[in-house]
């Protein structure tokens, strides 16, 4: 004899198999979820339904693993704890001469620059030696591999999603090819560490080549630099000492107090170098 089914029973089972076939990737495809490979699928088929080309998808996304070494470094972030002082006299004084350096070097660029975006030379160039040493230390891991795995990681999983989709746009518009993209382990690119996103809104083609190149572009990373701070406000002739306008506008490029106030300082010793 068939054993009765209750309808509670059906019910029960007749929602389960609702929910299954209304969330078909739920579980796979959630950050976090022990399934890299089902997720990074899914975020596959995003990435063509918000225009990125199945060409720059395959290329960009090919092979790429979770890094655990960005996990590590994300989790195990310190407090930035040092003074004005103590990171003021560690970081200025051994990049002051080749600032200054930099500030001849790239005068008319500069000129042109300050020009375009109000923004004056000193404190592009200060900004540069300090992300970068003027280029020589822009990083090395793998930008789509990180960006991958901290938005397959569930501590900002959107935000990094939306930072990953950005740098294949970068890819798609031709300022970059994948191999090339190499930065810091959070994503930041160039030599003014811009994440994607700043990149898409902000970065420029200053010399006219056709591509935005804040990696080996010199000119572009300035001029970029200089739309990202006009983009929040720079006004052009004043100050950009603690308490000015413009000083806000430095804290829109790092929220430390301790490290905007190293950049107004830097700023100012370059522009009175000889």
Not at 30 to 46: E, I, Q, R, V, Y
């Amino acid at each position: 004899m068939t054993p009765t089914i209750s309808r509670l029973a059906l019910a029960a089972f007749a929602l389960s198999a609702f929910l299954i076939s209304v969330q078909p990737a739920s579980a796979a495809a959630a950050c976090g979820s022990g399934n890299f490979d089902a997720w990074l699928a899914d975020l596959k088929t995003d990435a063509a339904t918000k225009g990125i080309s199945q060409q720059v998808i395959a290329t960009a996304l090919a092979g790429v693993t979770l890094d655990p070494n960005v996990i590590n470094r994300d989790r195990s972030q310190k407090v930035f704890s040092q003074t004005f002082e103590e990171f003021s006299g560690r970081m200025v004084p051994p990049r002051l001469e080749r600032g200054s350096n930099r500030m001849k070097q790239y005068g008319s660029v500069l000129s042109r620059i300050e020009q375009a975006y109000g923004v004056p030379g000193e404190v592009l160039v200060a900004i540069w030696g300090l992300e970068t040493d003027y280029g020589v230390n822009t990083g090395k891991f793998a930008t789509i591999r990180s960006l991958a795995t901290l938005a397959y990681d569930c501590r900002r999983s959107e935000q990094f999603r939306a930072e990953l989709l950005d740098a294949l746009r970068i890819v798609q518009r031709g300022d970059l090819a994948p191999a090339d993209m190499k930065g810091a382990w959070a994503g930041e690119l160039g030599q003014t560490q811009f994440m994607p996103s700043s990149w898409m809104k902000y970065a420029v083609d200053f010399d006219g080549n056709g591509k935005r190149d804040l990696l080996h572009n010199v000119p572009d990373v300035l001029a970029s630099t200089a739309n990202y701070l006009a983009g929040y406000g720079w006004q052009k002739g004043k100050d950009w000492q603690p308490g000015s306008p413009n000083f806000d506008v430095l804290k829109q490029w790092n929220k430390s107090e301790v490290y905007s106030k190293t950049v107004a300082y830097f700023a100012t010793q370059l522009a009175r170098a000889p």
